[in-house]
């Protein structure tokens, strides 16, 4: 078997079924078999009009009439890229147009309900009503295929959509079943979006593959009450979940000991944690909250991965529990791992199974031992063709080997090394911030910084890790000479600016033309700025940290 | 005390507010100033979702999700709740019923 589609249509019932929770609570409900009846309806309803391998835009609120939207486009033959749906404002109007520019997409599909104010797009509305599905005949589909693309990389004026094909879909949902051992999934429960690769694969494919029952809810009735994801797992006696560490921390933190009374968590056998830095903490914390209602210890799997690999890279199996190790920080910063009792503690993310991965020098690109960190490198058939339309790129980051010759090794541009058979992920060559499983790019946070201030030069912004082992957004803004007025109006300016648009607090640092470092080919060089800034030796002529981080960098000082 | 010319439902909403933000920034609320910006003290946009749903729990009003963002410090916020409900008893607020 080769598509996924094929895959999925084999495993069709009235026995299935997917369930969207509303924000009210209630339900709404369609069994696999009329997914499959809808789906066919829409793929006929894209084919006539001549839309057959060409990309369409699926902008939806969290809900059933996504995934029929996408699985129309899986039976069509169209190459479907999920994407958020835009808040007012032109940043948000922006990304769609950079992203339908970027991936060649003429139509936007859309819900009834939001056809009129994505009007700008000239968004349709599906309508499978007006077809026939049994006039539906299945277009010629191979491994090769490609079945959607994912737009979690790349900034919002340079995006970068990741081609995964029914072949890499069909390898990396085999992986997720083999997590499972002897005990299939049989119904899964969460609320991650489904633009976003963890949930579009992670939950949403995950369950037409494995022919599993999903409930899920919009992540903002989650982030607004965190108890209904629990509640979820609870009343649907869900057995699999997954989300970002911030979402396990988030219920330990806001479910209050009168909700815990009424939670069962018991029927859970696997609760996965990704997409961003795993903390020990997080992990020991909610253990010790929810164990009262069921949670055990063993239901939690770790694992590493990226939308560039379909999503899953490593992941530790049912059944195994949490491994942490503690390492000298010290040696870590100098990329060694030395183990250290009282050290900084990290999660093993699982062995290496069903992909080659090797650790490499990041900048000899020699492999390396156990214990020394470095780049990622991942092969085999989760990894995704590559970049649309960005030959040279996908060169870059999917063809890497041992010399310029065609490589077969994905760069993953995170760092980590391997020990006693499981991947520890430390950090990240890549420029990408991620702040509570959301990809920030500098790119984006520079453009906004820059706006809000004329007589801004160049900008770099990073992430850097607070104590808590949080990420923190930094960003380092030149001044040009003459520049009028106050510098702390300017630096309030440009942060109101950042935080309304991103949503993120963050540390400014104003500098003197000049001290913003690029290469001598015009690249900027963040990773160095970041360096300067975490040992002290930039001179600010205005800086407003949070507080968090100036007890950081003293205890650098 | 000279700086708090409101002691009415006003201080009561100032009150409140602090002791909400402080709990989501894992802070003493006697840290928090009601006329600091709250990004300044990294309240972040989870943070500030589940402000709002605290408002409407507890204070009985819908806002709008940037409440944070368009009424930067606790004083602010406060001025704009004490608005919206006195615009309520009149019969002249804004159409937040649903």
Request: glycine letters at 10%; charged letters at 20%.
């Amino acid at each position: 078997m080769t598509d996924f589609v094929t895959h999925v249509r084999a495993r069709l019932g009235d026995d299935r079924e997917f369930v969207f929770v509303r924000d009210d609570g209630s339900p709404a409900r369609l069994t696999f078999a009329e997914l499959d009846r809808r789906a066919r309806a829409t793929a006929v309803w894209l084919a006539g009009r001549g839309l057959t391998d060409q990309p369409v835009l699926l902008l939806y609120p969290a809900g059933l009439e996504f995934t029929v939207a996408f699985l129309g486009c899986l039976y069509a033959r169209v190459p479907a890229i999920p994407a958020p749906l835009p808040d007012a404002g032109a940043p948000h109007a922006n990304r769609v147009r950079a992203l339908m520019r970027d991936a060649g997409a003429r139509l936007v599909l859309t819900d009834s309900a939001h056809a009129a104010e994505l009007s700008g797009f000239s968004a349709c509305v599906a309508d499978p009503a007006v077809a026939d599905p049994d006039a539906w005949t299945p277009p010629a589909m191979t491994a090769g295929t490609i079945a959607y693309l994912q737009y979690t990389s790349g900034s919002t004026s340079d995006p970068r959509g990741v081609e995964v094909s029914h072949g890499n879909l069909l390898h990396n949902l085999e992986l997720f079943r083999l997590l499972a051992r002897n005990t299939p999934v049989r119904r899964l429960a969460g609320w991650l979006p489904h633009y976003h690769d963890m949930g579009l694969v992670g939950l949403q494919l995950q369950a037409l593959h494995a022919g599993a029952d999903l409930v899920f809810m919009s992540p903002a009735a989650f982030v607004a009450r965190p108890v209904r994801w629990l509640e979820l797992i609870s009343r649907y006696s869900a057995d699999w979940t997954v989300s970002p560490d911030f979402g396990y921390a988030w219920c330990t933190r806001r479910v209050t000991d009168e909700q815990l009374a009424g939670l069962d968590l018991s029927t859970l056998t696997m609760a996965l944690s990704g997409a961003e830095p795993i903390r020990a903490g997080t992990l020991a914390e909610f253990e010790r909250r929810f164990a009262p209602a069921g949670f055990r210890p063993t239901t939690w799997n770790p694992g590493y991965g990226l939308a560039e690999c379909t999503l899953m890279v490593t992941c530790v199996p049912q059944g195994q529990g949490v491994t942490v190790r503690r390492f000298d920080p010290s040696a870590l910063e100098r990329h060694r791992a030395v183990p250290l009792p009282e050290g900084t503690p990290l999660v093993a993310c699982g062995p290496v199974s069903g992909l080659d991965l090797r650790i490499v020098d990041p900048d000899g690109f020699r492999p390396l031992a156990d214990g020394e960190i470095g780049e990622i490198w991942v092969s085999g058939p989760s990894v995704a063709l590559g970049y649309r339309g960005r030959p040279a790129e996908t060169r870059a980051t999917f063809r890497a080997g041992d010399s310029a010759q065609h490589g077969r090794w994905l760069r993953t541009g995170d760092l980590g090394f391997l020990l006693d058979g499981q991947l520890y992920v430390t950090g990240r060559i890549k420029d990408v911030i991620i702040i509570n499983g959301r990809n920030l790019y500098p790119q984006d946070l520079e453009e906004a910084a820059a706006r809000a201030n004329p007589a801004a030069g160049r900008s770099a912004a990073f992430g850097v890790r607070r104590g808590d082992g949080g990420e923190h957004v930094v960003l380092v803004q030149e001044i040009r000479r003459g520049q009028p007025g106050d510098l702390g109006e300017t630096a309030d300016r440009v942060m109101d600016q950042v935080t309304r648009e991103f949503g993120v607090p963050l540390s400014l640092m104003l500098v003197a033309r000049g001290a913003v470092r690029q290469t001598t080919s015009g690249k900027l060089r963040r990773r160095h700025m970041r360096e300067l800034f975490l040992s002290g030796t930039l001179t600010p002529l205005y800086a407003e940290l949070e507080p968090a981080l100036n007890d950081l960098l003293e205890t650098v000082a | 005390m000279t700086a708090v010319p409101d002691p009415g439902p006003h201080a009561d909403l100032r009150r409140w507010l602090i002791e909400r933000v402080a709990v989501y920034l894992r802070r003493p609320p006697a840290e928090i100033d009601p006329t600091v910006k709250l990004r300044a003290y990294g309240l972040d946009s989870i943070h500030a979702l589940s402000l709002c749903v605290d408002v409407e729990e507890a204070v009985g009003l819908l806002v709008e999700p940037t409440l944070a963002w368009d009424h930067p410090t606790i004083d602010d916020i406060a001025a704009h709740l004490a608005d919206l409900l006195s615009g309520d008893r009149t019969g002249q607020g804004p159409a937040d019923t649903d």
